[in-house]
């Protein structure tokens, strides 16, 4: 079974300045996939990012990025130059082995402050 | 830009009836998700489906729950009866296949009374 442990209830971070959200996980696979989305109050889940398991460079998607520690298995979200708009709840998820299903983390409320 | 749809987006109902949701995912993926969000939660999966098979339903409360995608195309979901607990968001989500991203709906939003 795949785990996602998410510590940080809520962050709050200054426009314009950049914040990590922090994502461990567990799994016994070796193959295995790792996102990110935004839900915002409307409710939609928004994708953000991914980083698979075998890839050597962290993943990047304009300015949001993953700091991915294979050895520490962790994931976290680095968003540079925060937006207004950027509040929202953003889940870290893990897809493993065979199967496709998406295992959630319990989240992350992001809030921008002037 | 495609997109999942999810009707209705709202739905408030007594306890004990009968409820459906409808999800029509991206054309040609091939892959369809149901999720259930409880407040202050992530999405948990309740069934996936592979074109019209299910291949994985073992979080599906199958005495009250039932899902069904008969032509592998859209898909619904049943509540009956319902509960006071199953009172939550119901996402849809559709991907082209295994490690490519899911694409979300606007999700069900189901508040039983």
């Known amino acids: 079974a795949q785990k996602i442990t998410q510590t940080q209830p809520g962050m709050f971070v200054q426009e314009k300045e950049a914040v990590t959200l922090d994502c461990t996980y567990d799994?016994?696979?070796?193959?295995?996939?790792l996102f990110w989305y935004k839900q915002p109050s409307s409710g939609e889940m928004i994708f953000l990012i991914y980083?698979?398991?075998?890839?050597?460079q962290n993943a990047t998607e304009g300015r949001y990025s993953l700091n991915f520690q294979k050895a520490r298995k962790s994931a976290n979200l680095v968003i540079s130059a925060s937006q207004l708009g950027d509040s929202a709840m953003y889940f870290c998820?893990?897809?493993?082995?065979?199967?496709?299903?998406?295992?959630f983390g319990t989240g992350t409320r992001l809030q921008v402050t002037l | 830009e495609a997109e999942v749809a999810q009707s209705p987006r709202y739905k408030i109902t007594e306890k004990s009836q009968a409820v459906a949701f409808w999800c029509d995912p991206i054309?040609?993926?091939?892959?369809l998700y149901w999720y259930r969000q409880i407040l202050g939660q992530g999405p948990e999966l309740l069934v996936q489906?592979?074109?019209?098979?299910?291949?994985?339903d073992s979080q599906l409360p199958k005495d009250r729950f039932s899902a069904e995608r008969l032509k592998g195309v859209d898909s619904t979901l049943k509540i009956q009866p319902a509960e006071l607990g199953d009172s939550a968001m119901y996402l849809c989500?559709?991907?082209?296949?295994?490690?490519?991203?899911?694409?979300f709906g606007p999700g069900t939003r189901l508040t039983v009374t």
């Open positions: 989500a559709s991907s082209s296949g295994q490690r490519d991203e899911q694409y």
């Open positions: 799994t016994s696979d070796q193959s295995y996939g």
């Open positions: 980083q698979g398991s075998y890839d050597e």
């Open positions: 998820a893990i897809e493993a082995g065979t199967a496709s299903k998406l295992t």
């Open positions: 054309s040609g993926h091939a892959t």
């Open positions: 489906f592979q074109d019209e098979s299910v291949v994985d």
